[in-house]
């Protein structure tokens, strides 16, 4: 079968950019606020192909250009004709507006990632493809949405309109099934009824609307319309979405923590498309911090190594590096431990020795702001993230330089499968190592802190949380900082669910998974109490009324569906479940279930590369399953070898 | 009055990248075949003001975005009210097709180049801004063509169709005044009657036309229509062009220079609209080694400075530099010397200041594939061009070594102008001149050779031309050049009319202005002979049939209208005329009109930078005025200086 073809990293840079620009608030549209790269105007894609016998193709192109056989010009759109023999296709093709790319089929002839793309500046690698576009009829410059008609679940009259409740959360447009003749309307969006309710301010709205009206796509649950004729009015939702299958199940002895699966995988579904957002409302844009948390929830829901690299392309756009990713230092650093994570789950060499390139100028771009300490530091108009939070940001922070050592840890891992060279980067490792615990290890706190160079010594939990997730503490370090940092009533908590996600994942890996279930029944619980269908950006359970929705000064700037509320599935699965790849791409892998302290039953399967894993759990009985090679169940000081297509029953 | 405004060079690049994707031939579309940069994709265009009373402005946007006054957003399109004091004004805008670029217009409010242009990575630039986008219902998206409309001279039944002669090269359409209702009929364009009489091969070529048929605009003096139905056709053409203001004018005792002007103009006006083209047939590309003739045509037809900004900006595209200009070496350098030709001419040190770091950037680019000499040579897929002509071209070629000198002498130049530092460029130019003369230039044979890496000696006249134009030979040399290579018949002679453009130059700056006017006659007057309406790419006398109209293996690929066959203009302005800026922007000037020793009789009218000089001679009688101070008149070794407004009457 014939695929769309390009200049690889094109489709999902181009698309990306697009995405960027598809946020609108209160009838503005508004691009993210960073240097957007778009892909190539003007390519050339080809490939020789030695005939065994008269072949005749036709070749199809989205921008302009034509195809030349053995130096002699075609148009596109015609059939021709190649003689037996050597024949060198090339299909020259421009688009001014978007993404040029082409697709030919003949017999023998037709495009795939066996066909080479070249920038028409000397760079020439294998072309790029996506399993999303593999028809004639398709146009990788325009997103296929699968619709699916969601009814309404309730209608009722509110201050003389009508308010439309469909139930779940939607990515879509409304669809009027009865609607008066003649009479246009005010359609306005909610997330949550008071959203739809607040015509003013609702952060999506359609004015002067009617059947014929070409509605956005746009995230909703509720739909107000204030006019009187309202009632005359049956709607449902068109919900726009592009299908990828879910591989991850869970059910338990809880049904809390069922619905919370539910839920969370519903939000991230939602979350999910060409690309892994942050939320469907707001900001709609691909955020690095966001991504990198994302594809750990990806890899136990999906399992989709294309959603991973179009997200991951897409962040990182073309070289030169203009700027930190998101404008965020250490957004650029969770990008590169991103790319050795997600060849841990794929093992797929091919693509990291594509992406390898810009791993590099995007660390050497953060190495460039060095210092004789090896320690990164913050340049004017540099975004130290880390978290919203009250952080000691004087000078180098130790947040930055365990983020730029685990890095450096991943790059020398990453050129390592590749055969690379990278002596450099382990002399600066060795060294980083050294200085963090040197300047930011405070032998009487028990912990590190935010910033030698301000004299304050402040603790805090995220430099903390992150040595160690990353493993620039040692085993001493950890233990000390369990006790003193993060089980510390004394060092301010973490308030934020980004930085949250880090906090039950350090707290699962140092053994306190009860702690993290009960955390997890009480935040997502807690939501699930206030009715949500989808898993909210930050939920305080002190908020009650309206305030819940505000943020970021925006009565309705919250959002309500979330992905990085989504990551209760990468704790189930990685905990509770205990499936993780001890080799690249699952060649080897552990099941380690946890859950089984916590939980009376539990059942579950897992993607894994090339197959599924099977966990079930019904006390005192553990069955594990997986169709592909490379399984250990763990469990305790003992392990069992899990063989493919086996079932391994044991008794704990 | 407000002005389009946008990221500075974004809208010379991308209508350039758009130019650059024109090109059709016989049903098929031809884009360059060199990486194609675009304009930015998202930008933040921005000024304060200091109001001292309430405003209300609206924006207009190209593409999607909003406006932000004091932190507060807004939509565009609406009006805005800003209260006295401090009033930051920040429209953001992305266009994910096109450029983006804003509008914005209020009492005190204007968007101008007194703005603020950002590329959200944090370069800040003054805006962009074009004279030819001053109203809110333009578009910079959009060329706005005029239209003008030409009657068909001559329409004639030919093998059973018709012939419509318009009797000039038009860019544009054929418009139908009367056409036969529900027919469908070819369309085949010719710059000559040969090829639009030929149905099959000609270039451009309608098929089931009608009279609703939306034509591009394509060049052409002839129209064939071979239907019998198009006797019932009456059709004019529609002309469709940028206004340049024609500012030189030139007529003389001699009425054949009189028609080789007129047909230069003409050419030069058809290839000129928002870029210097090579030819309106073929390529409609951009190339540098013809834009840089070109600028000097331009310089005594127009002296419109936007042009050149223009052209110069879209060949240079953005940083990093990928490949060489259109993929040419040479072309690289010439383009940095028409920057300080271009300054010459405007002595706008603004444009200077903005575009020099582009000039380092490409200068740089060029010095990386210098050799311990300092030496440029060729690498792999180097397109090391000069001329198509039997050079030598082992190894280091002398005639870009010579291009390089006069490179790094225009950027020392334009580094003084700026007080930019270049001492590393002054040293290197001072060591490649040495150089160059020990190791190209041959006593012997008393001109300069080819490759001293061959062993062959070889001798063009291409090498030692530039020598002498660049000012790389000395004085001696020179004469030595003249002598033994420009005026020796052992050398192979300039076949190319690229080429011919510098031989015409190095010998009217050797004082052998007869023989150029007795070159002009021949070469230019040829093509005048054969009922050229327009001058050609290349013209041989020998060529009298169907033969002429044949270049590049192609019987219809020869441009009849083509920007460097204009380049009598050039000479008649700079030699004859004798007009010359000696400082930068006609600041001073000198008029040396060698055409009295040849001409009984001629005047003309240049311009300057913001005036004109008149000149005109009929013989005793020498007549100069100028409406700007600065001038000196020239007469052998005399000189007399021109008062601004003061006609200067000299006996001869």
Chains 1, 2 share one sequence.
């Not at 055969?419 to 028990?446: M, P, S, V």
């Not at 430099?463 to 001493?476: H, M, P, Q, T």
Request: with cysteine.
């Amino acid at each position: 079968m014939a695929e769309w073809i390009w200049y690889p990293g094109d489709f999902e840079i181009h698309q990306g950019m697009l995405q960027n620009c598809v946020r609108e608030e209160r009838g503005m549209r508004w691009p993210a606020y960073w240097y957007m790269d778009d892909c190539l105007r003007n390519v050339r894609l080809f490939r020789e192909y030695v005939l065994t016998q008269e072949e005749r193709f036709q070749v199809k192109i989205c921008g302009i250009g034509y195809v030349r056989v053995n130096d002699e010009k075609h148009r596109c759109g015609e059939t021709i004709t190649c003689m037996p023999g050597r024949n060198l296709i090339e299909i020259f093709v421009a688009n001014p507006e978007g993404l040029p790319c082409a697709w030919a089929e003949g017999t023998v002839i037709r495009t795939g990632s066996d066909w080479s793309a070249d920038d028409m500046a000397g760079h020439i690698e294998a072309a790029g493809t996506s399993g999303l576009y593999q028809s004639p009829e398709q146009d990788p410059n325009r997103i296929n949405w699968q619709e699916e008609r969601v009814p309404c679940v309730s209608r009722r009259k509110v201050n003389g309109g009508c308010l439309f409740d469909f139930g779940r959360a939607v990515t879509g447009r409304p669809h009027f099934l009865q609607y008066p003749s003649g009479v246009r309307v005010t359609v306005c969006y909610g997330e949550s009824e008071t959203e739809a309710l607040d015509v003013e301010r609702c952060y999506y709205k359609e004015e002067n609307a009617d059947e014929h009206t070409d509605f956005r796509r746009r995230a909703f649950r509720y739909l107000y319309i204030p006019e009187k004729e309202a009632e005359q009015i049956e709607a449902e939702a068109l919900h726009q979405f592009i299908p990828i299958p879910v591989r991850g199940t869970f059910a338990c002895n809880d049904e809390k923590m069922n619905r919370i699966w539910k839920v969370s995988m519903e939000t991230f579904r939602l979350c999910s498309g060409l690309f892994i957002l942050d939320g469907i409302k707001r900001d709609q844009w691909i955020w690095s911090g966001d991504a990198y948390q994302s594809f750990f929830v990806s890899r136990y829901l999906f399992g989709d190594e294309e959603l991973v690299q179009r997200t991951l392309l897409a962040l990182r756009g073309k070289d030169p590096v203009r700027q930190h990713m998101n404008t965020i230092v250490d957004y650029s650093m969770l990008w590169i431990a991103s790319v050795k994570n997600s060849y841990e789950m794929s093992g797929n060499r091919e693509f990291l020795d594509f992406i390898y390139p810009k791993v590099i100028s995007l660390l050497e771009y953060c190495l460039r702001q060095t210092n004789e300490s090896g320690f990164l530091y913050g340049r004017e108009d540099d975004w130290i993230f880390v978290d919203w939070a009250d952080l000691d940001k004087e000078g180098c922070m130790c947040a930055e330089q365990v983020l730029l050592a685990h890095c450096l840890q991943c790059v020398v891992e990453c050129a390592a499968v590749l055969g690379k060279e990278a002596c450099g980067y382990e002399e600066r490792l060795r060294k980083l190592r050294r200085n963090i615990t040197e300047y930011f290890w405070d032998e009487e706190k028990g912990g590190f802190i935010d910033s030698y160079e301000s004299g304050k010594r402040h603790i805090s939990r995220q430099s903390n949380l992150w040595a160690v997730l990353f493993d620039v503490a040692d085993e001493a370090q950890k233990a000390s900082i369990l006790k003193n940092v993060i089980c510390s009533d004394a060092v301010a908590p973490i308030t934020t669910p980004y930085f949250k996600y880090y906090e039950l994942d350090a707290l699962a890996k140092m053994g306190r998974l009860k702690e993290v279930y009960g955390k997890i029944l009480e935040y997502w619980g807690g939501m699930l109490d206030m009715g949500a269908v989808t898993f909210w950006e930050e939920y305080d359970p002190a908020q009650t009324g309206e305030e819940r929705y505000e943020m970021y000064g925006d009565p309705y700037g919250k959002s309500l569906c979330h992905a990085w509320g989504a990551s209760p599935i990468y704790l189930i699965g990685r905990y509770f479940a205990g499936l993780y790849p001890t080799k690249p791409g699952y060649q080897e892998f552990a099941v380690q279930p946890e859950g089984i302290h916590i939980l009376e039953r539990f059942s579950g399967e897992f993607p894994v590369k090339n197959g599924t894993v099977r966990i079930s759990w019904e006390k005192p009985c553990l069955t594990v399953s997986a169709d592909v090679p490379g399984g250990t169940v763990i469990l305790g000081e003992k392990s069992y070898s899990l063989l493919p297509g086996k079932t391994l029953k044991l008794e704990v």
